[in-house]
T-cell receptor
Framework: GNSVTQMEGPVTLSEEAFLTINCTYT??????LFWYVQYPGEGLQLLLK?????DKGSNKGFEATYRKETTSFHLEKGSVQVSDSAVYFC????????????FGKGTLLTVNP | GAVVSQHPSRVICKSGTSVKIECRSL??????MFWYRQFPKKSLMLMAT?????????EQGVEKDKFLINHASLTLSTLTVTSAHPEDSSFYIC???????????FGNGTRLTVT
């Protein structure tokens, strides 16, 4: 079956630090990969996605590259801000079910000024 | 942008009672809504898929008689936890989309505590 493993948090960084949140997956077929973000008190929002190998998703300074050879989709940002503090979820869909998301456990990021 | 409203955000109920959670799409028509459950330090798990005007499709291991889902209109789906027990305490999240290939929009979630 499908599964997503992402690094356990919490992650605490100072403003302007470099961020990496690791995500690896197992899936049948050719999955689409996603990062969702949940800001305090809000619902999940799609942050970025990639639908095929070597695609790079990017949004709000965040990037993730779909690496089929390492089955990874690590999230990176070069310089985090306090406003980036949130829970980040890596997720995938596969097998033609574009709604049946399989989520990782989430990683809490706290950015201090 | 598309907004999904979930209500209530928090509910505490006694064991044996039933609790209803609402999920509304405020500015779009949702042909399909999804219900997820999240245990502490665990992934979000899809519970069921709710299609307007038809019976919900439940994931394996989810009791359909325990978690009643109704999608009576294109803007409202409800999840009723019947005869709640403490082990039903969890964070429940709904999401909605307008069509098969459209993005999912998530509600803010409902924290259910059963005492």
């Amino acid at each position: 079956g499908n599964s997503v493993t992402q690094m356990e948090g919490p992650v605490t960084l100072s403003e302007e630090a470099f961020l990496t949140i690791n995500c690896t997956y197992t899936a049948t077929g050719y999955p689409s990969l996603f990062w969702y973000v949940q800001y305090p008190g809000e619902g999940l929002q799609l942050l970025l996605k990639a639908t095929k190998a070597d695609d790079k998703g990017s949004n709000k300074g965040f990037e993730a590259t779909y690496r089929k050879e390492t089955t990874s989709f690590h999230l990176e940002k070069g310089s985090v801000q306090v406003s980036d503090s949130a829970v980040y979820f890596c997720a995938l869909t596969s097998g033609g079910s574009n709604y049946k998301l399989t989520f990782g456990k989430g990683t809490l990021l706290t950015v201090n000024p | 942008g598309a907004v999904v409203s979930q209500h209530p955000s928090r509910v505490i109920c006694k064991s044996g009672t039933s609790v209803k959670i609402e999920c509304r799409s405020l500015d779009f028509q949702a042909t399909t809504m999804f219900w997820y459950r999240q245990f502490p330090k665990k992934s979000l798990m899809l519970m069921a898929t709710s299609n307007e005007g038809s019976k919900a499709t439940y994931e394996q291991g989810v009791e359909k008689d325990k978690f009643l889902i109704n999608h009576a209109s294109l803007t409202l789906s409800t999840l009723t936890v019947t005869s709640a027990h403490p082990e039903d305490s969890s964070f429940y999240i709904c999401s909605a989309r307008t069509s098969d290939n459209s993005p999912l929009h998530f509600g803010n979630g409902t924290r259910l505590t059963v005492t």
